[in-house]
């Protein structure tokens, strides 16, 4: 029954590859977000989607895309992978509106050799 | 822009001492105040929140207040235990448009010894 789910959890690859992290939430909210955390356990936000629908783009390069297929589920896709894109990236949801808490998966870690 | 700043880590205490991780913040608008903790290898948990000023959020034998005047949300617990070893994240948010974006700071580790 765990809420907000992230697969996988572990993600190794080459320079330049393609790869997806996929996320959902069982937990019936209308926001996700993916968060980047730095080596130095910076959290920073990506995207934010309520309702499937694009709502925070916070200047992430055109190689981040993420996916929305319904409510519950929040994807990303990375494009030609770079050694700075080395993470964990952190999906969560809310319900709709400030103040609400977020529920955090138990992140990606993404290693590029 | 929003942004939150907290004590420099890391934090070392013995067991059942006095814990304060200092958290300041500036907002355009009327935030919302979190703390959020993050044990080994997992996600973020959130720990407690207030949403207005003068609010205490508390949980787990933390307390924190929303102090607007100072614009601060200071994290105490009266008796650290080994468990509470951890990194520690205040964060704001702030309603309407941003959809509930959470501004961190920069996180506090924090190591409680026998």
């Known amino acids: 029954d765990t809420a907000v789910s992230q697969t996988p959890k572990y993600l190794v690859t080459q320079m330049g590859n393609d790869k997806s992290i996929k996320c959902e939430q069982n937990?019936?909210?209308?926001?996700m977000y993916w968060y980047k955390q730095d080596s130095k356990k910076f959290l920073k936000i990506m995207f934010s989607?309520?309702?499937?629908?694009?709502?925070i783009n916070e200047t992430v390069p055109n190689r981040f895309s993420p996916k929305s297929p319904d409510k519950a589920h929040l994807n990303l896709h990375i494009n030609s992978l770079e050694l700075g894109d080395s993470a964990v990236y952190f999906c969560a949801s809310s319900k709709e509106g400030g103040g609400q808490p977020q529920h955090f998966g138990d992140g990606t870690r993404l290693s590029i050799l | 822009g929003d942004s939150v700043t907290q004590m420099e880590g890391p934090v070392t205490l013995s067991e059942e001492a006095f814990l304060t991780i200092n958290c300041t913040y500036t907002a355009t608008g009327y935030p919302s105040l979190f703390w959020y903790v993050q044990y080994p290898g997992e996600g973020l948990q959130l720990l407690l929140k207030a949403t207005k000023a003068d609010d205490k959020g508390s949980n787990k034998g933390f307390e924190a207040t929303y102090r607007k005047e100072t614009t601060s949300f200071h994290l105490e617990k009266g008796s650290v235990q080994v468990s509470d070893s951890a990194v520690y994240f205040c964060?704001?948010?702030?309603?309407?448009?941003?959809?509930?974006?959470?501004?961190f700071g920069q996180g506090t580790i924090l190591t409680v010894h026998p």
């Open positions: 937990l019936g909210h209308d926001t």
């Open positions: 989607y309520n309702n499937k629908e694009l709502i």
């Open positions: 964060a704001l948010t702030i309603g309407g448009t941003s959809y509930g974006k959470l501004t």
